[in-house]
């Protein structure tokens, strides 16, 4: 059982070579989709796999192609949230706090003015 706990949802960052491996997770923790986008001239392009039943896919997808277009490089996002029961609300605040999480890396490496 999770318990909605907002402070749980985090963001890793693993280098992988230039490219970025970046890991959302909260609550109790799976792989529920994963997204990989890489620069193709003035666009990305890239591909988003889940899990059945899960609902990560679009906020993954969003993520990994924000990162991707930013950086100029190779990026792949892996997410796995799990709350139990929680409101359409909750779930907002989710997708705010990762995105918010995702922006304030992208402005430290410098690639994303806020």
């Given amino acids: 059982m999770s318990a909605y706990n907002l402070n749980s949802v985090r963001l890793q960052v693993i280098e992988a070579g230039e490219d970025k491996v970046f890991m959302v997770t ?6 529920g989709a994963v997204a990989t986008f890489y620069p193709d001239r003035e666009r990305v392009s890239g591909a988003t796999v889940h899990i059945p039943g899960h609902k990560e896919q679009e906020l993954c997808e969003r993520l990994a192609r924000k990162a ?47």
Avoid: C, N, P, W
Wanted: hydrophobic share 45%.
């Fill in 68 to 114: 991707a277009l930013h950086l100029k490089v190779t990026v792949t996002v892996i997410m796995g949230i799990h709350f139990d029961a929680i409101t359409r609300m909750q779930i907002d605040e989710i997708v705010q706090t990762a995105e918010k999480l995702l922006d304030e890396e992208l402005y430290q490496t410098g690639r994303l003015i806020q």
């Fill in 26 to 31: 909260g609550g109790r923790s799976h792989i």
